[in-house]
């Protein structure tokens, strides 16, 4: 089965933390994605990645940033943590002509700023 | 540009009782259509699609969908619901070509009583 595991099922970090939230997957999918979800708005698109170093702005990056340093890896950054950010995250995978498969999502990390 | 609109943000049935979750959308090309489900503290695994051919399309759990072209709907339908189908069910359209990027609907939570 294909896997997309994010590191941490729980998160609680203070206002103007610098927060790590990782995700890796074990299928060699090239695509990569983070979004968060709030209650009554669904899931929103972060940040996304098509290939190792590479990165594209989704629909809210404002206050985040991403790594790929390896295919299997994706790492979403919260510069100094905020209470507006807390929601829940998700990531998720699927290989390059993600359509025909949809996409495989992780557990997500639920991330508490106080 | 996608929008999708989920028409219900909550829906309760008793168990064994038909249900359908309604989605629409709205898009400038041609989309794929995607319903995935998410199950409590967990993240979203995909129920069904259609990518083209015959507008009813089967899914995992005894889900089954419809594609009305004409009416730009995707609505999810099961005959007979248990407990364990008790769930937030989210629609997503992706554009034929370019980014192949979802979009997602807000989500229905479906709430089946005993």
């Known amino acids: 089965d294909v896997k997309v595991t994010q590191s941490s099922r729980y998160l609680v970090k203070r206002t103007g933390e610098k927060v790590f939230l990782e995700c890796v997957q074990d299928m060699d999918h090239e695509n990569m994605f983070w979004y968060r979800q709030d209650p009554g708005l669904g899931l929103r698109l972060i940040y996304f990645s098509y290939d190792v170093k590479m990165k594209e702005k989704g629909d809210i990056p404002e206050g985040y940033s991403v790594s790929r340093e390896k295919k299997e890896r994706f790492s979403l950054i919260l510069e100094s943590a905020s209470t507006n950010q807390t929601s829940m995250y998700l990531c998720a995978s699927s290989p390059e002509t993600g359509y025909n498969y949809g996409y495989t999502f992780g557990s997500g990390t639920r991330l508490t700023v106080v | 540009a996608q929008s999708v609109t989920q028409l219900d943000s909550q829906v309760p049935v008793f168990e064994e009782a038909p249900v359908e979750l309604r989605c629409n959308y709205s898009s400038s090309v041609s989309v794929y259509l995607f319903w995935y489900v998410q199950y409590p503290n967990q993240g979203l695994q995909l129920l069904l699609k259609y990518l083209s051919g015959s507008t009813l399309v089967k899914g995992i759990n005894g889900f089954e969908a419809e594609f009305n072209k004409s009416q730009t709907s995707f609505h999810l339908r099961k005959p007979s619901v248990h407990i364990s189908d008790t769930a937030e069910y989210f629609c997503?359209?992706?554009?034929?070509?370019?980014?192949?990027?979802?979009?997602f609907g807000r989500g229905t939570s479906l709430i089946v009583h005993p």
């Open positions: 997503a359209v992706t554009p034929r070509g370019g980014s192949y990027i979802p979009t």
